[in-house]
């Protein structure tokens, strides 16, 4: 079976410094992937350039086999690939709905079935369409994210820590959206501060330190890791 | 009190043109970042160009104008294409003088083509109405066109900001660029509409000064401060403040004239500008600077 996403030792950066040093990354249909580490550990850099978002120097990206190393957001998304950045990730002067419609761009045909989609994920966001998203609170910006990156039904989500400045409250609820999302079907790869939580939920999960793969393996064995705790989990 | 209504009508034929600037260097500014210098040259090749539709095919000022508008628009995509996205991916700084340049070309342009003198689009005067019921103001029928057109074509951009796929996709890139991009909106696309809309809108501006005053090379350019400063006013990249500030200005610049004299007019935009940049510089409506 092909693997949904498949990321072969990376190297890139911003600039001419390779932030990734050969970051070998893999999502199979269905699954929730975790990448946790230390701050600056190119968690983030990573997802961006998987993505397209930063020039990838050395390496190769495959999606269902295919090969999309420094294809452009664009194709991405055409071909299925949904991205949620961390930090400003709604349209703040467009309502709820406009931010909706935004994520589908490139889809053709009615939207009201995605739509009805998303507001059944978050019945939050249809009570609230008509709002200003910038004017909403942290929380319900991030379902605005996440519900604009669904729009396009897609078949891998990339979320760029879903839960940062969220309340407990809040992250567990994120966490339980998650689950109900990947629950349809949908590939889940994402980077998360929160690594206890989210290598809970999550079917793999991926510790990287300076670039590179340090450990990789299912959730629950990271979290029993005694070194992956010392290190990344705050004991 | 005629008197300040006689000077709100003429704020309001000012104000509208004023808009028709604003507008187009507001949108320039949420798509592209920088402040298009050549936005006022923009508006004088327009007047020419409706000039020259009136002149060589004989149509009247009011046919001119949608004309002039549709080839402004193309002029300003050329441009785009020729020159700013060749350096779109540098420092706002090197496109804002780079701007400067075009305008020079451009004005220069107009001088070659046209001359430099004087010139206008009707000989002849004509005969404002008088309003007995409004103080006994007077109306041309020329500055009351001006502001329903204008306002007609406000509603057009407002509609397609709002209603339009390409449209909201525009709001979205003004507002956040990199998730528009990460959302797949195709930015070249936007960028192009951006200039079709700025460009004609320039052009209406140029041809409603035409019409209300005359031709001249550097009409478009004596604008561009109180365009500017109703742009700052609305909000930087917001065009509907660009609509508010377009009308505050003009307003502003007419009434003036009641205490100090006519020569200040500019004046008094520039002051009001560089009073709200003190005050309160993401403008009435927040700005995206």
């Known amino acids: 079976m092909t693997s949904l996403l498949e990321a072969r030792d990376l190297y890139g950066g911003y600039g001419g410094v390779d932030i990734l040093q050969g970051t070998n990354l893999r999502v199979e249909p269905d699954e929730i992937v975790v990448i946790v580490g230390p701050n600056g550990a190119g968690k983030s850099t990573a997802m961006k350039a998987v993505f397209g978002l930063l020039r990838i120097r050395a390496g190769e990206v495959l999606y269902k086999g295919e090969p999309i190393t420094n294809a452009k957001p664009e194709q991405m998304v055409k071909r299925g690939i949904a991205y949620v950045p961390q930090e400003k990730n709604v349209f703040p002067s467009m309502t709820v709905r406009e931010n909706l419609e935004m994520g589908a761009y490139l889809m053709k045909g009615d939207l009201s079935k995605r739509l009805d989609k998303v507001y059944t994920l ?29 729009m396009i039904d897609p078949e ?19 966490f339980e959206r998650i689950k109900e999302i990947n629950a349809q079907g949908i590939g889940v790869l994402m980077v998360e501060q929160n690594a206890k939580q989210a290598l809970a939920i999550a079917d793999r999960g991926y510790v990287l330190a300076t670039g590179r793969n340090r450990h990789e393996d299912t959730g629950p064995n990271l979290l029993a890791d005694p070194e992956v705790a010392e290190m990344f989990l705050g004991g | ?116 003198d004087n010139q206008s689009y009707a000989t002849g ?62 930015a070249e696309r936007v960028i ?61 610049m007419e009434m003036s004239t009641l205490i100090i004299p006519a020569a200040y007019k500019p004046a008094v935009a520039f002051a009001i500008m560089v009073g709200m940049l003190i005050l309160r510089p993401q403008g009435i409506f927040k700005g995206t600077v």
């Open chain 1, 122 to 150: 978050f019945p939050k966001l249809a009570e609230r369409r008509r709002q200003q998203a910038g004017l909403m609170s942290g929380g319900e910006r991030q379902m605005v994210a996440m519900g604009r990156a669904l």
């Open chain 2, 1 to 116: 009190m005629t008197d300040i209504l006689q000077l709100l009508v003429y704020g309001l034929v000012l104000g509208s043109v004023l808009t028709m600037g604003a507008i187009g260097v507001s949108m320039i500014f949420g798509i592209l970042r920088f402040a298009h210098f050549a936005h006022g040259d923009f508006m004088t090749l327009g007047a020419y160009l409706g000039l020259t539709f009136i002149s060589a095919f004989g149509l009247s000022a009011w046919w001119a104008l949608p004309a002039a508008m549709v080839g402004m628009a193309v002029v300003a995509v050329f441009i785009d294409q020729v020159l700013y996205r060749r350096i779109r991916r540098t420092q706002p700084v090197i496109l804002l003088i780079a701007s400067f340049g075009m305008a020079l070309i451009l004005r220069s342009l107009v001088q070659l083509i046209w001359g430099s």
């Open chain 2, 192 to 252: 192009m509409v951006t200039w079709v809309i700025g460009g004609a809108l320039a052009a209406a501006a140029g041809v409603f000064l035409g019409i209300d005053t005359r031709l001249h090379p550097v009409m478009g350019w004596s604008a561009l401060l109180p365009v500017f400063a109703a742009t700052i006013l609305g909000g930087i990249g917001r065009p509907y403040g660009a609509i508010a500030g377009g009308m505050i200005i003009g307003v502003s």
């Open chain 1, 156 to 174: 891998l989500l990339m979320l760029d820590e879903p839960t940062a400045g969220l309340s407990p409250l809040l992250i567990d609820e994120t």
């Open chain 2, 125 to 186: 005067i004509q005969f404002p109405w008088r309003l007995d019921w409004l103080g006994g103001i007077r109306l041309k029928p020329d500055h009351l066109w001006i502001v329903l057109i204008s306002l007609g074509l406000v509603m057009a951009v407002h509609l397609f900001l709002t209603r339009t796929r390409l449209g909201k996709a525009m709001r979205a890139m003004s507002d956040n660029m990199d998730l528009a991009l990460v959302s797949g909106i195709p």
